[in-house]
């Protein structure tokens, strides 16, 4: 499983795909984060949560939770808060809702897709979404789901990997992502062909300002974005007028 066949499946299969690949890569998924970022993955999600700035006791969505990181960062940092995590691989979720047990605060994990999300409009005082948003079929389509479920005001947050504007560094940085990641990955996470996948998703994806634009297109107010470890990892955020 390389990244080679996402690109010659059709979009309609590629959901499947990602399904499929995190699945298999689920029991070790949280220690192959720690290990391949050296553990600064947990710093940007702190970052990440300053710029959502959730209100006390308000109710949040983390789409494409995966095992739950984002979702326990938050409760952490405000144990009022009602926290939703969504995502469409069912041994992510188990893996989260175990790990639920132990910690403190209001979570609950939800089977469902981030471009038909399964609730009403105007429900949620803010969302988030990890290191995901590059592996959707339709980044608008999601990018307008979200926007339908928060309510006026309300923030998103993405955080994920980018392609740094400098040259030298994008070139010392993907030497790591694309050389080294599938390598470790495969030794830590248990699936070398999933870790080729995760950096070569990168590479269709928009950049950074491209991004942003994407956002004020799909209707969010005061659209921008935060670069982090010079421009290989971003931060984008967008409020529903």
């Known amino acids: 499983m390389t990244s080679t066949p996402t690109h010659e499946r059709a979009d309609g299969d590629k959901g499947a795909f990602v399904r499929e690949m995190f699945a298999r890569i689920a029991p070790r998924y949280d220690t192959a984060n720690r290990v391949l970022t050296a553990g600064l993955d947990e710093r940007w999600r702190r ?29 952490r940092t405000d144990p009022s808060l009602h926290v939703t995590g969504l995502d469409f691989c069912a041994p992510m979720l188990e893996r989260a809702r175990v790990r639920a047990g132990g910690a403190r605060g209001d979570a609950a994990f939800v089977e469902g897709d981030a471009m038909h999300l399964p609730f009403e409009a105007a429900t949620f005082d803010g969302a988030t979404m990890g290191f995901s948003l590059r592996n959707v079929v339709d980044v608008d389509r999601v990018l307008r789901e979200v926007l339908r479920v928060l309510k006026p005001g309300a923030r998103f947050v993405n955080l994920d990997v980018s392609k740094a504007p400098n040259r030298l560094w994008k070139r010392i940085f993907d030497l790591y992502f694309y050389g080294a990641v599938p390598l470790i990955g495969g030794l830590v996470g248990g699936s070398r062909a999933a870790y080729t996948y995760l950096p070569n998703s990168l590479t269709n994806h928009p950049n950074a300002e491209e991004l942003r634009a994407r956002f004020e297109l799909a209707g969010y107010r005061d659209a921008g974005y935060l670069p982090l ?6 931060i984008h955020y967008g409020s529903k007028p």
Do not use: E, N, Q, Y
């Open 47 to 75: 970052r990440a949560i300053a710029l959502l700035a959730p209100p006390r006791d308000g109710s949040l969505l983390d789409l494409c939770c995966g095992t739950g990181d984002l979702v326990f960062h938050l409760l």
């Open 229 to 234: 470890m010079g421009g290989a990892i971003a």
